[in-house]
């Protein structure tokens, strides 16, 4: 009995993370943050591209109950998944192991995600009954229980890993190549190249692939599990009765803000075309631009998608600094539009589709890099606005969009699909059919309708034309970073006059954190001399004399960061005087008139904008009394509570 409680507690050594240090590590770094978590990653991105083929191609269930199943089911499924994300997130919340309270919930995952994935596939060969109970329940296992368990946790994982800002940044990146590893060179080029074309609609080949991929995931996450250590939730930091701001009070903050609502709107119709294009890749690569799993026509799309995304990150924050977050993406909207149309004109020339393909990828960069900085701005706006931060509740919101959107698009691509007649690669020859390729003497692959054929073409080019439009559109409207600076000076000052009233010495948030990361230092530096000695004693080494080579490494180590430092002073010098000089040579060449309009242009931008501001100002100063007011009483509502609970314990 006694070795069972210790299992139900999970402090038996058996269960204990195999990183001891009180810094992170490299093992920690390869194990925990890039090769554990690609087990599931894997899974989870073969069955976003792969698994409605599945079910249409290989499964054969595109008319089933009139096409309703493939309609119904997924738009369910995701709303269920939905709301059982909101649960995880707050049984995790909740959780007190000795491992922590996301990495337990890793280890209850791992052999989860190996059966279910299995299950997926595995669909009996019975009547139409059995194969519909069989999909929906190991659809749901899957998405519902295994993967909403694995990914709750895992998303936690950098965050509870130290409050160590540079390692914790490391960790980060480490997590960041193991997504771009899997998505973007297995299942973008591996799959469609080489896997695609070698199982074809071949049950058993799909079930014996899945099964591999489903397996690796288990030991895989299990190494996550044992080269993970939450050393936050280890310093069991919290501050017990600390004043928290209410839930519905935070939701109503957010859904009368007109520009978290407009947010809300363009991530909802982004969306919906993005994921109409997701589904719509593979059918269209297969009837429309190439053949059935040719092995190519998919990798070069995927190819084309993936070069802007490599090379934009250094083309988009230069432009947005100088014209501005919503603007830029604006206008990469426009060529994200432009890019589709062009594809759209001649959808079955390999060049044409290409090329528009790489004018809508470059168009598409903002939304990828810039828009989250704009949701952040927002965020900023509304502490502004109401005096405290909703940054947990407008997430959710987010990811329930991102979710329910995902069913939602999926059941109506699959109505369609059945509406259209859709014919899937089958081992009968269908009356009045033209076969497209014959893949052995059994199976066959038959060209579609017109009608089957334009929803290919629309689901992968022509709906982002209308989302591209739509999303220009919605973000004109959102003008939140106008002010923003001036917003964020606002809560400087109210933190600075907080601050003084508490008798505490304020300072810049810059300089703090620059105090942080040199205690962080300070602190890791003393535990490895720590670890290290303990180190020396067990292998018989000289405890000095390493002490001296690691300070030497050390050394060595800050001087070289200090000449890169020095060079990259020099480098910006540099550049910002060849900016100067430049604007100098461009304003002498001006006239005196020129000269005079443009600084009657710069007063008359500076008047508008001082006027909107205090207009803003003025209104936002109202909303932000009235929150604290409410904050302030249901704060006093709460201390009475407790009040009353401590008398009621002591009688």
């Not at 591209?49 to 249409?56: D, G, P, S, V």
């Not at 269930?61 to 998944?81: A, E, N």
């Not at 997590?175 to 190249?193: D, E, R, Y």
């Not at 969009?401 to 699959?414: E, Q, Y």
Request: net charge positive.
């Amino acid at each position: 009995m006694k070795a069972i409680e210790r299992v139900r507690r999970l402090d038996a050594p058996l269960f204990n993370s195999q990183v001891k240090s009180r810094n992170v590590t490299n093992s920690e770094k390869w194990f925990g943050y890039l090769i554990g978590p690609a087990g599931a990653l894997l899974l989870n991105a073969v069955l976003s591209t792969y698994l409605n083929i599945y079910y249409t191609d290989v499964l054969n269930l595109t008319s089933l109950w009139g096409g309703l199943f493939l309609t119904v089911f997924p738009i369910l499924s995701k709303v269920i998944d939905a709301v059982v994300d909101i649960l995880y997130g707050y049984l995790i919340d909740r959780t007190r192991t000795k491992q922590g309270k996301a990495r337990p919930w890793l280890l209850i995952a791992a052999p989860l995600l190996t059966i279910t994935g299995i299950l997926l596939f595995i669909v009996p060969e019975a009547n139409q009954t059995v194969k519909v109970i069989w999909v929906m329940f190991s659809y749901n296992l899957f998405y519902s229980l295994a993967y909403s368990i694995y990914s709750m946790a895992d998303n936690m994982m950098v965050t509870l890993s130290t409050r160590n800002t540079t390692q914790r940044g490391s960790l980060s990146v480490f997590k960041q190549v193991s997504t771009i590893m899997i998505t973007g060179i297995i299942v973008a080029l591996v799959f469609p190249m080489v896997i695609m074309p070698i199982v074809g609609v071949d049950k058993e080949s799909w079930i014996v692939l899945m099964s591999i991929i489903s397996i690796l995931a288990l030991p895989l996450t299990l190494l996550e599990y044992y080269f993970t250590k939450e050393r936050i939730t280890e310093e069991k930091a919290g501050v017990e009765n600390e004043k928290k701001t209410p839930f519905l009070l935070q939701l109503k903050a957010l859904f009368t803000d007109k520009y978290y609502l407009l947010l809300l709107l363009y991530f909802l119709v982004y969306t919906a075309g993005t994921t109409f294009k997701n589904l719509g890749l593979v059918y269209y690569c297969n009837y429309i631009l190439g053949e059935y799993n040719d092995g190519v026509t998919q990798t070069l799309v995927s190819v084309i998608g993936g070069i802007p995304m490599g090379i934009g990150i250094f083309m988009v924050w230069p432009l947005a600094k100088r014209f501005g977050k919503r603007n830029v993406t604006v206008i990469g909207f426009l060529l994200y539009a432009l890019g589709s149309a062009i594809c759209f004109m001649a959808p079955t020339n390999m060049g044409v589709v290409l090329t528009g393909q790489f004018i809508k990828n470059m168009g598409g960069l903002p939304s990828a890099y810039v828009f989250m900085a704009l949701f952040a701005d927002d965020l900023d706006h509304l502490e502004w606005k109401t005096g405290f931060r909703s940054d947990g509740v407008s997430m959710s919101a987010y990811n329930i969009i991102a979710t329910s959107t995902v069913g939602i698009a999926t059941g109506i691509f699959n109505l369609l699909l059945s509406m259209t007649g859709y014919l899937a690669p089958s081992d009968t020859v269908v009356e009045g059919a033209t076969i497209q390729k014959i893949v052995d003497e059994t199976t066959y692959i038959f060209n579609q309708n017109a009608g089957v054929e334009n929803l290919f073409v629309w689901s992968f080019l022509g709906i982002e034309i209308i989302t591209g439009i739509l999303c220009a559109i919605i973000l004109l409207f959102i003008n939140v970073e106008k002010t923003i600076e001036r917003k964020q000076n606002v809560l400087v000052e109210r933190e600075k006059a907080q601050y003084l009233a508490e008798g505490k010495e304020w300072k810049p948030a810059a300089e703090r954190n620059a105090e942080d990361i040199l205690r962080q230092e300070e602190e890791a530096e003393k535990n490895y001399v720590l670890e290290l000695e303990e180190r020396c004693k067990r292998k018989g080494l000289d405890f000095i004399d390493e002490l001296k080579k690691h300070k030497e490494a050390m050394r060595l180590k800050k001087a070289q960061g200090l000449e890169k430092e020095q060079k990259q002073k020099e480098k910006e010098a540099k550049k910002e005087k060849k900016r100067r000089l430049k604007a100098e040579e461009k304003a002498r060449r001006l006239t005196e008139e020129q000269k005079a309009n443009r600084r009657l242009k710069q007063e008359r931008h500076e008047e508008r904008l001082d006027a909107y501001w205090r207009k803003e100002e003025e209104k936002g100063e109202k909303v932000y009394r009235h929150y604290q007011e409410n904050l302030q009483d249901l704060w006093l509502l709460e201390d009475f509570r407790r009040l009353l609970e401590k008398k009621e314990e002591k009688r």
